[in-house]
């Protein structure tokens, strides 16, 4: 069964702040058949700071196979943002979350990558338990147009390599 992922993004959130950076809500184009996460009706929508746009995929019972998730959060203009900083940090966060539900992960080293057009940073880290591979979780940062991102995508391991299409599908969509 597919575990939540930890709280990765309050590290990114805590690099950002609350600034009108006058930009709209990255646009996202979700595999056909996963599960668009949606706002409580009566939840505000920030008009700026932080957004988060999620979605599931579910096995034939209804369980959550994979997740995939986007985070939007302003930067002041003068911040400079250690990207390669604040991925390490977020994947070190993974790292310690997962050993304390007795799992273990290893992360492949930050690598350059793109998100929506941007030059970003990537990581994957691979969850295992007693030695069997159950989890892979990738993180994606990038920064545009006084905007921090993290696409962070997770899923059982089979799912998640049967899902690279999919993945990919989301990727190229993203308009930040």
């Given amino acids: 069964m597919f575990r939540p ?11 950002a702040s609350s600034v009108d950076a006058g930009a ?9 058949g996963w599960i668009i996460e949606s706002l409580p009706a009566d939840a ?6 932080p957004s988060r746009q999620r ?7 209804g369980n959550a196979v994979m997740v995939m ?3 939007a959060s302003p930067v002041e203009p003068d911040h400079l943002v ?8 977020m994947r070190k966060s993974i790292q310690k979350d997962f050993f304390q539900g007795g799992y273990q992960s290893v992360c492949n080293k930050i690598h350059a990558s793109v998100l929506g057009g941007a030059s970003a940073l990537e990581t994957t880290c691979t969850i295992t ?5 159950v989890l892979s979780q990738t993180l994606v940062a990038a920064l545009n147009e006084g905007n921090a991102y993290v696409l962070s995508y997770a899923g ?14 989301v990727r190229n969509s993203l308009k930040l």
Avoid: C, M
Wanted: avoid cysteine; charge should be negative.
């Fill in 24 to 32: 709209a809500e990255p646009q996202v184009t979700w595999p056909q």
């Fill in 44 to 49: 505000p929508v920030p008009a700026k700071g």
């Fill in 55 to 61: 979605a599931t995929k579910n096995d034939a019972s």
């Fill in 129 to 133: 338990q007693n030695g069997r591979h």
């Fill in 69 to 71: 998730e986007l985070t």
């Fill in 156 to 169: 059982q391991a089979q799912v998640f390599v049967e899902s690279q299409d999919e993945i990919q599908s």
């Fill in 82 to 89: 250690n990207l390669q900083g604040v991925l390490l940090e």
């Fill in 5 to 15: 992922l930890p709280s990765l993004f309050v590290l990114l959130f805590t690099v």
